[in-house]
């Protein structure tokens, strides 16, 4: 069943654009533009295709009960995770990313119980991120892997996956723009699935944020604060 189902999502008619090749030398400045932005407007809607409803829950519930939440992975993806980070951080919720270079087995062996770690690996099979799976679950700490679809190593050692967009090819490619694309979006809707359970309190915390540090002004009435 595994197998069928990701054979039907690669066949599947994904978009008219090529994710490798969106666009070619001989086309204009709007005929790119138009490509781009339809290529990135169809990750969109594969990505949510691909989501299903309880395994959202659980990595809900996963950062929310998190004491605090670590980010691994490399390149793109950690720079990718750094909205990500504010966001959460904004709220109260604290994200760290692990960015120094040959520290982060050391961090996953010093994370404690009650923190949980997000690992981003579009293949699945990155030597780094796995070495630091094995870490955490060997000390207890769960984590949630996002990663291409398929029977990758990641997916099935990691304590929860969610998948991303898998249309491209590791390097024979203009661009990572749809797993660029996937990944932010799927952040995106993490950090909005633990904003929501604790909606009005949030929301409020924003507000009374804002209005401390937040001096900025502007001409045009729909960014202005009342």
């Known amino acids: 069943r595994a197998y069928l189902a990701e054979h039907r999502y690669l066949v599947s008619n994904f978009t008219t654009v090529d994710a490798n090749f969106p666009f070619t030398s001989k086309d204009n400045i709007m005929t790119i533009a138009k490509k781009v932005s339809s290529l990135e407007k169809s990750t969109i809607d594969d990505l949510v295709s691909l989501l299903h409803h309880d395994q959202l829950a659980k990595s809900r519930q996963l950062l929310i009960e998190a004491s605090h939440i670590y ?16 966001k959460m951080r904004r709220i109260g919720k604290f994200v760290s990313l692990v960015t120094t270079t040959g520290e982060e087995l050391y961090e996953a062996y010093n994370l404690p119980q009650t923190a949980c770690a997000i690992l981003i690996s579009y293949s699945g099979e990155t030597n780094l991120v796995l070495s630091v799976n ?23 050692e990691a304590s929860l996956f969610l998948p991303i967009t898998t249309r491209e090819k590791f390097y024979s490619k203009i661009a990572n723009f749809t797993t660029n694309i996937s990944m932010t979006v799927l952040l995106d809707i993490l950090y909005s699935l633990v904003f929501s359970k604790k909606y009005d309190d949030n929301m409020a915390h924003l507000k009374t944020t804002g ?13 202005s604060e009342n």
């Open 71 to 86: 980010v691994f992975g490399q390149n793109a993806n950690i720079l990718i995770a750094q909205d990500f980070a504010l």
């Open 134 to 156: 094995r870490i955490l679950k060997s000390r207890g700490v769960k984590t949630l892997a996002i990663t291409s679809i398929g029977n990758n190593t990641l997916s099935k």
């Open 211 to 223: 209005e401390v540090v937040d001096n900025r002004k502007s001409s045009t009435g729909i960014m």
